[in-house]
């Protein structure tokens, strides 16, 4: 079997709680709290995040005590998963404009940290 076999799975933001204003933490803003789907598996409790150091925006999946179980290891499902978040904040109310540190011409609001999803 190849992998032209299988159709590409794509995330679906199922639903998401923004928060406004955003939540304060050690260092960054909660954006907003969501559930995702990618493919037949159901991720509960992903993070949008802004940090405050640079005005990054990333999507966290959440943690179990202190560590983080889930990852996103694929860099172009990473920044899918990204834009559908984006997508479904902004939809809701969301705007990253108005976050304090957001810098944000519109391309720039999408960036993934491809080099460590933990």
Do not use: W
Request: glycine share 6%; net charge positive.
């Amino acid at each position: 079997m190849t992998d032209s076999t299988f159709p590409p799975l794509r995330f679906t933001v199922i639903s998401v709680a923004v928060h406004s204003p955003p939540i304060e933490a050690a260092g960054a803003r909660l954006m907003a709290h969501m559930t995702v789907q990618y493919g037949a598996i159901v991720v509960v409790g992903a993070v949008l995040t802004q940090y405050e150091a640079t005005g990054d925006i990333r999507v966290k999946m959440p943690m179990s005590g202190r560590n983080r179980r889930t990852t996103v290891r694929d860099p172009e499902a990473a920044q899918q998963l990204l834009e559908a978040t984006l997508a479904a904040y902004r939809a809701l109310g969301g705007n990253i404009a108005a976050t304090p540190v957001a810098k944000a011409l519109p391309g720039s609001e999408i960036l993934c940290d491809h080099s460590r999803n933990a």
